[in-house]
């Protein structure tokens, strides 16, 4: 009888971590949270860890860290900016009118230019990375340490679970761990629990508390990947200029500051505000709806806006435990259903953990979630350092 690999390691975790290439460090992040996932569930049945989700978590943000999915949205966006539209009618006129001597078509191609957003996608990619490495590094870490000081135990050991605590800070995140103290003794715990609900109870509660900090940790990566969107009013205007005026920019822009101060706005400056605002809007339209979605097994995918349409699992329709009442008080504000669930906006810690919260719930007990995100050829190809051939 074959057995099961051994789980990874904190020093393949490091390593991991310690990978140049946000693509390749992405891809291996993705597949170790795999591992670790399918080594506690040997524990603890085919019921989904904090590791489990974490799992497509990763594979979803590899898209972004690779520009794929945002790529996509950006070849549709060129060719409807392209098109003429009254706001950028008004640029072009108003930039002729002062004296630029280029097209209407040349002006276009310069606004595309100087918008710039291929900028966007490499910021959103950069923050995106960003975040992926950061939890891992931290929570990957921990649930490698723990199967090595506490998986293996027969029975219950407190001192083995002491010592692992041990090793977290105290206090609130961001930066203290005692969420993850609570989460692993959960997961300790369940290990010897023989009844369902209650070991059910125990991971979603676990689940959670690291969900908790982990969102909590990310808030600063998160904000930075939805504003990558943002586009800086003074940087383009003067951008803008030296396209459309290559010999006299300077003294256009004088002249637009000098009515300026005069409180004499012109048509120019006004286009260019609104151009502006109109171009911040749909990158971040973009940018919010690519992220706000994450891919699970056989296809399914959820738009994290919208609210959940499966349902709680029988076992978790109602809640016993009292730590996990009192989490879900905390956190999700329309308790024993999946109403009102999707987030409003990503960037809201509240909105986001409250969709958490009833994602984890509703599929806290499916095992098509331990299906492996990559096919065995590709998972041999990332062992040996190599990006993977075929659809990722």
């Known amino acids: ?32 949270y795999q591992e670790l996932s399918s080594s506690l569930a040997q524990r603890l049945g085919l019921r989904a860890n904090w590791c489990t989700f974490a799992t497509w978590a990763s594979k979803q943000a590899g898209q972004t860290i690779r520009k794929e999915d945002l790529a996509r949205a950006l070849e549709s966006a060129q060719a409807n900016s392209l098109t003429p539209t009254s706001t950028t009618e008004d640029v072009v006129v108003s930039a002729q009118r002062i004296g630029s001597k280029h097209s209407a078509a040349e002006i276009h191609e310069s606004l595309w230019r100087v918008l710039n957003p291929a900028g966007v996608i490499d910021r959103a990619s950069e923050a995106v990375g960003r975040g992926n490495k950061k939890v891992f590094e931290e929570i990957g870490r921990e649930f490698a340490r723990f199967q090595a000081t506490c998986l293996n135990d027969t029975t219950f050991n407190t001192d083995h679970l002491t010592r692992f605590c041990a090793g977290l800070r105290p206090g609130d995140p961001p930066d203290g761990q005692r969420y993850l103290q609570q989460a692993f003794a959960r997961y300790y715990q369940a290990c010897f629990e023989s009844d369902a609900k209650t070991r059910l109870e125990l991971l979603l509660c676990a689940n959670l508390e690291i969900g908790f900090h982990e969102q909590t940790r990310l808030q600063p990566e998160i904000a930075a990947s939805l504003d990558a969107a943002v586009v800086d009013p003074q940087e383009f205007r003067i951008r803008l200029i030296e396209a459309l005026f290559p010999y006299h920019g ?32 749909q990158a971040h339209r973009f940018i919010t709806a690519h992220l706000m979605t994450i891919g699970l097994p056989r296809g399914e995918r959820l738009r994290l806006g919208e609210d959940l349409s499966g349902e709680f699992p029988p076992t978790l329709s109602q809640i016993a435990n009292p730590d996990l009442l009192a989490l879900l008080a905390q956190i999700d504000p329309t308790p024993d259903s999946t109403r009102d669930s999707g987030a409003i906006d990503w960037g809201d810690l509240s909105d986001r953990i409250h969709f958490i919260a009833d994602m984890f719930r509703c599929y806290a007990d499916t095992a098509d979630l331990f299906e492996p995100p990559f096919t065995p050829e590709q998972i041999a190809q990332l062992k040996a350092g190599q990006l993977p051939a075929g659809q990722l």
Do not use: G, H, W
């Open 1 to 32: 009888m074959s057995t099961a690999p051994p789980p990874p390691t904190v020093a393949e975790v490091e390593r991991i971590a310690a990978l140049l290439d946000p693509v390749i460090r992405n891809l291996q992040i993705t597949q170790c």
């Open 250 to 281: 300077y003294l256009v822009r004088l002249r637009l500051f000098l009515m300026r101060l005069f409180k004499r706005s012109t048509r120019f400056d006004n286009a260019l505000t609104t151009l502006v605002t109109e171009a911040r809007r």
